[in-house]
């Protein structure tokens, strides 16, 4: 694990979305998949637009612009299949543009995976809060390129860890990195974790993570892939039994190739926020 450093954006901070009531500060997070700004509405766009993967093209930013504008009713944003800055982004970073877009004063990434100058894959996060501490996890699998950021918002116990998760396609790799990711989860009090974590909410890895952390789903068979005909339930927010949790749903916007996941939630008010 590695400490990650801090990238503030040029926007100017707003207040957060989240306000301060009874029994503590409301926030409103968001995690979403965003292919790299690829619109994918069809399986057979795999194939058909698996050069975007690779190579630049203009709808990309149109795409972000739109994720952007999702992106800015929310406190805390987690991406998954961000792009860090290589050949096919243009060299944007891909979290920066939509922080800036979206105006959050700050934005962390985390490169997982890169593909000499062609591809930087990577998670981001887009916050209205100033962290105390990130850290970068590089998770287990038999395949190089698989992480974990992790954000700290407050100090020392009475903290609120954020967690964005993009787990492997394997279950084998899939349950070692849960198995880590659970060690991480246990040492905290107050925990957000939301990903793209490939695996349903009735399923063995489900129960496995359960079993092994005080986490919880409170809301089973959110499906959010594929986007056009949404099927399967592979995006989660799990959250602490500290934290209140009043709405959790899918958002129905098929700008990527999965659909976007919110939470409404109330944090203890002994976890103090900076803003």
């Not at 105006?103 to 998670?123: E, K, L, S, V």
């Not at 698989?146 to 954020?162: N, T």
């Not at 339930?233 to 990527?256: F, G, K, Q």
């Amino acid at each position: 694990m590695s400490a990650a450093s801090r990238k503030p954006s040029q926007a100017e901070r707003p207040e957060p979305v989240g306000k301060a009531g009874a029994g503590g500060h409301r926030l409103k997070v968001l995690s979403f998949n965003i292919q790299t700004g690829i619109s994918t509405s069809r399986y057979r766009h795999y194939l058909l637009h698996s050069w975007k993967h690779v190579l630049p093209h203009p709808n990309r930013f149109r795409n972000l612009d739109r994720i952007a504008e999702i992106a800015a009713e929310y406190d805390i944003v987690g991406l998954q299949e961000a792009d860090a800055g290589s050949l096919r982004s243009g060299f944007v970073n891909l979290t920066e543009y939509v922080a800036q877009k979206a105006g959050f004063p700050f934005w962390y990434d985390q490169t997982n995976r890169r593909i000499g100058r062609i591809a930087r894959h990577a998670i981001g996060v887009l916050s209205r809060f100033e962290c105390s501490e990130i850290i970068e996890h590089r998770l287990p699998g038999p395949i190089p390129g698989r992480g974990a950021l992790s954000l700290r918002f407050g100090q020392r116990r009475e903290s609120l860890l954020v967690m964005i998760l993009h787990l492997a396609l394997g279950r084998r790799a899939r349950l070692a990195q849960l198995d880590y990711v659970a060690d991480v989860v246990n040492a905290e009090q107050h925990v957000i974790l939301m990903g793209d974590l490939n695996f349903p909410s009735r399923s063995p890895e489900m129960e496995f993570f359960i079993n092994r952390t005080l986490l919880s789903e409170p809301i089973h068979d959110l499906h959010t892939f594929p986007s056009w005909r949404p099927n399967r339930n592979i995006d989660h927010i799990l959250v602490s039994p500290t934290l209140r949790v009043e709405r959790a749903r899918v958002l129905d916007h098929p700008i990527s190739d999965h659909l976007p996941i919110c939470m409404e939630l109330v944090v203890p008010e002994s976890v103090r926020l900076p803003g």
